[in-house]
């Protein structure tokens, strides 16, 4: 299959002239996780970041409010994390 990448893997690629170039791997995204801390309905804690440090701060906040529901759900809209009013482009 010419021109498909795949992760780990270096493919070449031909082109008009015959000559053969190699193509870079594909990196994997890093997948992006959405940890809330929740009292009840209502979320009292709010953070994203890469799997594994959402994973350490779902731990953190198990430990430091353990009677309360902490949820680690991947994040499907690549929004950015957070942004300043008068960063954005339509601001």
């Known amino acids: 299959m010419a021109g498909v990448r795949r992760a780990g893997c ?3 690629s031909g082109s008009a ?3 053969s170039r190699p193509t870079a791997p594909v990196v994997p995204v890093a997948q992006r996780r959405h940890v809330r801390v929740w009292f009840g309905e209502h979320v ?3 953070y994203r970041a890469e799997a594994e ?11 430091r409010f353990a ?3 902490v949820t680690n759900d991947p994040i499907h809209d690549p929004r950015p994390d957070q942004t300043l009013p008068g960063t954005r482009p339509q601001d």
Request: negative net charge.
């Open 10 to 12: 270096t493919e070449m």
């Open 53 to 63: 440090l959402a994973e350490r701060y779902a731990a953190a906040m198990s430990r």
């Open 17 to 19: 002239g015959g000559e």
């Open 44 to 46: 009292v804690a709010d």
């Open 67 to 69: 009677g309360l529901r």
